[in-house]
């Protein structure tokens, strides 16, 4: 199946340090998204970016799919970005549908 | 507008007990899945819908049953627990039918303990 390898696995960071976060995958896939899981748990969808940019707030990602990475940036990071950021790629999974695969994860840590 | 709501948001089991894990969500959304997540594992889908009476097993399928016959409505049932099953389990849905090519949403979980 398809590999998701996300890189650093951990970053430990001060507030106000800018992060890149990187995605990469070993086969195409329909579409790509970012999630945030914050220390409760609680797991946020970011993006859904099959390709291009998108921005939202402080954050923002690329996905480049034709060379099979994505990258999502933090600016001025604040200590409420801490938690553990996932990408997913959905790649087909049977005739009626395609399914999730997600990256093992980067843990962000942000210190005051 | 409530998004995707789970109960329980923690249970203890006895090992052999069955029990069933709810999830609703009212955005009208026709794919909707269960994820378990555990340490070093990822998440990892369990079984998922495409649509109101259709199902499909995912990649952990063994020892769950899922029924979908409402569009809100997709509960997760363990039939015999095992303490395999420790994990925290994930609802998800999304509007496109099956390519989830549209965001996925998630509950915020159910922390299921087997003894």
């Known amino acids: 199946g398809i590999q998701v390898e996300q890189s650093p696995p951990d970053l430990i960071l001060q507030e106000g340090a800018n992060s890149t976060l990187r995605c990469n995958f070993s086969?195409?896939?329909?579409?790509l998204q970012w999630f945030h899981q914050n220390p409760w748990g609680q797991l946020i969808n970011l993006f859904y970016?099959?390709?291009g940019t998108k921005q939202n707030g402080r954050l923002s990602a690329t996905t480049v799919a034709t060379e099979r990475y994505s990258l999502l940036y933090i600016s001025s990071s604040q200590t409420t970005d801490s938690g553990v950021y996932f990408c997913?790629?959905?790649?087909?999974?049977?005739?009626?549908?395609?399914?999730?695969?997600f990256g093992t994860g980067t843990r962000l840590q942000v210190t005051l | 507008n409530a998004g995707v709501t789970q109960t329980p948001k923690f249970q203890v089991l006895k090992t052999g007990q069955s029990m069933t894990l709810q999830c609703a969500q009212d955005m009208n959304h026709e794919y909707m899945s269960w994820y378990r997540q555990d340490p070093g594992m990822g998440l990892r889908l369990i079984h998922y819908s495409v649509g109101a009476g259709i199902t499909d097993q995912g990649e952990v399928p063994n020892g769950y049953n899922v029924s979908r016959s409402t569009t809100e409505d997709f509960p997760l049932r363990l039939l015999s627990a095992a303490p395999s099953q420790t994990s925290v389990y994930f609802c998800?849905?999304?509007?496109?039918?099956?390519?989830?090519?549209?965001?996925?949403?998630f509950g915020n979980g159910t922390r299921l303990t087997v003894t």
């Open positions: 086969d195409s896939v329909n579409n």
């Open positions: 970016i099959p390709s």
């Open positions: 998800a849905s999304s509007r496109d039918g099956g390519s989830v090519g549209s965001p996925l949403h």
């Open positions: 997913a790629v959905a790649t087909p999974f049977t005739g009626t549908a395609s399914k999730l695969t």
